[in-house]
């Protein structure tokens, strides 16, 4: 089963919009972290926000934010006032402390496109 | 600029042949990860080290190996290069306290490799 699943391939929102970018996680780990990082046509990976698993806060980084769900099993990113500079790829990622597997699983990814 | 270095950022190569990437971690960093993202694969984890020791083993391939120098600094070698092999290597790198979730992995700009 796939531990990180992102749904929507591709996202398209105006200028100035809000979008939320879907992440749904699979773990029996009751100690996790989930990451979002944002990779542009340039290619590197950039970490955007953090939030762990008994954060009972959802994270906020500037304009980003994370809408966690803990019963859900879900991460999702929302982006506020968005910008021509967050087109780009988005990786939800999961860590799992449990396990000590220390390396970060990645979901497929998301493309948005910022539309002027 | 995440602080973690790779070099070169582009490598071609011929199949058969062996290559190094290398990589150099955020300044007070102990833990260096190497990824491989892939059009067919996505982002996938490979290998991890801990000052020195190899910590973790995802998908890698044993014709690919790694090594943790003194200096903190990590190589990763591929050999026997196959045309499947061209990819985005990446090496991230943390903190690598156990225990802390908030571990986050920096990455660095990766390494195009292309094998012809």
Known sequence: AQKITQTQPGMFVQEKEAVTLDCT????????????YKQPSSGEMIFLIYQGSYDEQNATEGRYSLNFQKARKSANLVISASQLGDSAMYFCAMREEDTGRRALTFGSGTRLQVQP | DSGVTQTPKHLITATGQRVTLRCSPRSGDLSVYWYQQSLDQGLQFLIQYYNGEERAKGNILERFSAQQFPDLHSELNLSSLELGDSALYFCASSIGTSGRLTDTQYFGPGTRLTVL
């Open chain 1, 25 to 36: 996680y699979d773990t029996s780990d009751q100690s996790y972290g989930l990451f979002w």
